[in-house]
């Protein structure tokens, strides 16, 4: 599993977010994996989905809630209320 993560990583690196999504939908449809999740939130993050991000952040954090996508989570959060202020005021 580490070489798919690997993998992933440096597709999100090299800038090749569609085959990204793709592997980690893949992944992720023989089930839950709080890595992958995190990987995917990164992805949709970059390819300007926050929204998608920020579930794919949750799913990862229910998953492994020491992981890292607990302060990813906190950071998307405050950004989104900053810059999407219209979110939370309705």
């Not at 090299?14 to 999740?37: F, K, N, S, V, W």
């Not at 390819?47 to 809630?65: T, V, Y």
Request: hydrophobic share 40%; proline share 6%; aromatic share 8%.
């Amino acid at each position: 599993m580490q070489s798919l993560y690997d993998k992933i990583e440096l597709l999100l690196h090299q800038g090749d977010i569609t085959m990204a999504l793709r592997l980690t939908d893949e992944a992720l449809a023989e089930g839950p994996d709080a890595r992958l999740h995190f990987l995917q939130g990164k992805a949709y993050m970059k390819s300007g989905r926050p929204g998608e991000a920020m579930s794919a952040f949750m799913k990862s954090q229910q998953l492994d809630p020491d992981g890292p996508a607990a302060e990813t989570c906190a950071l998307a959060g405050d950004i989104m209320s900053f810059y999407h202020k219209d979110l939370y005021n309705p």
